[in-house]
T-cell receptor
């Protein structure tokens, strides 16, 4: 069974540009969450999508957005990149939705560097 | 406002001994707790979880203990192996898929 796949693995962008990251969840998983990991702030929740709807959102500016497609694949977009957006962006997939707790399985992440 | 805290940034143990990693939380609404292991530049790998209705869950060398009254959980690894050396994160959830992570503890297991 394939795991969570994130593309690309590494990305270098210039300040002011925008970027789109992609995540393919484990087959059958309908919930996809995104996290940002930085040395200073640790692992922080960005947002979660379930059945193409954003269900939860963390405390990040509107420059960070996402979407989920009917096949559960998800994309995350960051516009007007800032140097502080340099981070490891992680995607996690889970089997079920609201009201139940299940394990979240993470992809290997996309390392974004903003110069 | 750190709702999940791992107060020890690092821990060093000898191979074969027990490793105990600790985690404290403040939000009493958390009802599911997870431990992840992480290597640099990779995603966290799920290790073990526990529901708030239990006080212990065991899986091979890994055991997680939950003390709800103290809002404290711990991960025990017995026996510790050099391959266990990594950063360990505890995470908490409250009936959703929004994990709140602790800051991590770097475990070093010496041969």
């Amino acid at each position: 069974k394939a795991g969570v796949t994130q593309t690309p693995r590494y990305l270098i962008k210039t300040r002011g540009q925008q970027v789109t990251l992609s995540c393919s969840p484990i087959s059958g998983h309908r919930s996809v969450s995104w996290y940002q990991q930085t040395p200073g702030q640790g692992l922080q929740f960005l947002f979660e999508y379930f059945s193409e709807t954003q269900r939860n959102k963390g405390n990040f500016p509107g420059r960070f957005s996402g979407r989920q497609f009917s096949n559960s694949r998800s994309e995350m977009n960051v516009s007007t990149l800032e140097l502080g957006d340099s981070a490891l962006y992680l995607c996690a997939s889970s089997l079920v939705g609201t009201g139940t707790n299940t394990e979240a399985f993470f992809g290997q992440g996309t390392r974004l560097t903003v110069v | 406002d750190q709702q999940v805290k791992q107060n020890s940034p690092s821990l060093s143990v000898q191979e074969g001994r027990i490793s105990i990693l600790n985690c404290d939380y403040t939000n009493s609404m958390f009802d599911y707790f997870l431990w992840y292991k992480k290597y640099p530049a990779e995603g966290p790998t799920f290790l073990i979880s526990i529901s708030s209705i239990k006080d212990k869950n065991e899986d091979g060398r890994f055991t997680v203990f939950l003390n709800k009254s103290a809002k404290h959980l711990s991960l025990h690894i017995v026996p510790s192996q050099p391959g266990d050396s990594a950063v360990y994160f505890c995470a908490a959830n409250n009936a959703g898929n929004m994990l709140t992570f602790g800051g991590g503890t770097r475990l070093m297991v010496k041969p």
